[in-house]
């Protein structure tokens, strides 16, 4: 089996940073994209940002310039430094992971998701 496993949220004043990270566990052969999601209270899931395997990296307007995506293929772990956070980024954050695994197959798995709070 496969697990995601997302740390570093918290609770952060305005103009701070965070920074979150995802590593995949289990039966890992191999991962293609690794992406990060946000779920803002009352609001839908939504993917903020994306990196391929290559490294390319793809960000929604509203996190680009203040987030970045990057990865450690060796440790199967993807990271989110979020820099000059607002109040609207607060939110559970989500890893979701592309995966070969144990059946040979890619599906994507899911992390259970770290709070991040940015208030004073």
Do not use: H
Not at 62 to 74: E, H
Request: hydrophobic share 30%; proline share 2%; with cysteine.
């Amino acid at each position: 089996q496969v697990q995601l496993v997302e740390s570093g949220g918290g609770l952060v004043q305005p103009g701070g940073s965070l920074r979150l990270s995802c590593v995949a566990s289990g039966t890992v052969f191999s991962i293609n994209d690794m992406n990060w999601y946000r779920q803002a209270p009352g609001k839908q899931r939504e993917l903020i940002a994306r990196i391929e395997s290559d490294g390319t990296t793809d960000y929604v307007d509203s996190v680009k310039g203040r987030f970045t995506i990057s990865r450690d293929n060796a440790k199967n772990t993807v990271y989110l430094q979020m820099n000059s956070l607002k109040s609207e980024d607060t939110g559970a954050y989500y890893c979701n992971a592309d995966i070969r695994d144990y059946t040979s197959r890619f599906r994507y798995y899911w992390g259970q998701g770290t709070q991040v709070t940015v208030s004073s």
